[in-house]
């Protein structure tokens, strides 16, 4: 598979994916919001939430689900709190915007929270989780989605992969960044297997009856993360999510949610996202806090490990991104035709 993939340096990428959207509908700061976020994926490594996702997002423009033009507004209920109306426009813009608004008010105030509904799909948590720490602050970010996961012991889909990411600062240095899903694997592992003709793991996926199965032909729902015996901690952690991005935030919850791929293409789905922005500034270690997060990820990366070396959440993300900054990013033969590189 890997000698079909077009590699294509950045910049052209960028260029395709961004002139792709407008001419489904986006305006200029929502193609640019979008494009900046699969970007981040593709050169990432994070494939299945880069570049890929072109053709659904200009699907759904085109078809009417997702607004092209939204008017967001932004409601200030506190100094720290606000509710963002993202008039069913991509998610991408109305996430960055929510990146702006909470890090200015943590910059002021330390800590602030902004929840967002009429939203749809955002990409990859990480991309929000960077920009905020970007701006100084450690920042959280959550968001629900439609039901693909089932619960713990449980024999039906519920929850959505329900993303966490978190982007920590540290002076000087590349951030430590978490962006995980509360699955036990990705849908699209699933579906790789299934072309490949490979075994899943035991206890990641299961079908329509929630049997758990390991043919990822018949795989129709995920497990939450931490399996057969400690799934319960994945589906708390993807309820907690859901309840935040959703009930909290003024959006649907994951059950109700209208399929991302179904055919329903003209129905918005009211998705939610939650961020929250810290500055490390205002709490107990303010003053030492540069050399404390340096002190303790050298410590990190000098203990003793099993072989080779461990890692900091992020690390391996940004060897992807200095090999695929030198040889180009990977597109799929589907995507890279759809964006006239093949």
């Not at 976020?37 to 939430?49: E, I, R, W, Y």
């Not at 961020?275 to 410590?299: D, R, W």
């Amino acid at each position: 598979m890997m000698a079909d993939v077009v590699l294509t340096p950045a910049e052209l990428l960028e260029t395709r994916v961004y002139a792709a959207l407008v001419e489904a509908g986006a305006d200029e700061p929502s193609a640019a919001a979008a494009t900046r976020a699969m970007m981040h994926a593709s050169k990432l490594g994070v494939d299945s939430h880069g570049v890929r996702l072109t053709p659904h997002y200009s699907r759904v423009l085109k078809g009417g689900r997702v607004n092209g033009r939204p008017d967001m507004t932004v409601k200030e209920n506190s100094p720290v709190s606000f509710a963002l109306d993202a008039d069913h426009g991509l998610g991408h813009p109305a996430m960055y915007k929510a990146v702006d608004v909470a890090t200015d008010a943590a910059a002021r105030m330390g800590i602030a929270a902004v929840g967002v509904h009429r939203s749809s799909h955002f990409g990859a948590a990480g991309a929000y989780a960077m920009a905020g720490q970007e701006r100084g602050c450690i920042t959280i970010c959550v968001a629900n989605s439609d039901s693909i996961v089932a619960l713990f012991n449980g024999a039906e889909r519920f929850h959505g992969t329900n993303p966490l990411a978190i982007g920590i600062p540290v002076p000087g240095e590349k951030p430590w960044l978490l962006d995980m899903a509360t699955s036990s694997v990705p849908m699209n592992r699933v579906l790789l297997y299934r072309v490949l003709g490979i075994q899943l793991p035991e206890g990641v996926a299961a079908d329509l009856a929630g049997t758990p199965t390991r043919d990822a032909k018949e795989a129709e729902m995920l497990m939450p993360l931490g399996g057969a015996d400690f799934g319960f901690k994945g589906a708390a952690l993807a309820g907690f999510i859901s309840i935040m991005s959703s009930v909290v935030a003024g959006a649907t919850p994951d059950p109700f949610v209208i399929d991302m791929v179904g055919e329903d293409v003209s129905t918005p789905r009211n998705i939610g996202h939650f961020l929250i922005a810290i500055h490390p500034s205002f709490f107990g270690g303010g003053s030492n806090y540069g050399e404390q997060i340096k002190a303790y990820l050298g410590a990190l990366r000098g203990s003793r490990a099993r072989e080779g070396g461990v890692m900091a959440p992020g690390e391996r993300e940004w060897k992807v991104e200095i090999e695929r900054a030198a040889n180009g990013i990977p597109v799929d033969p589907e995507t890279a035709a759809f964006l006239g590189l093949a």
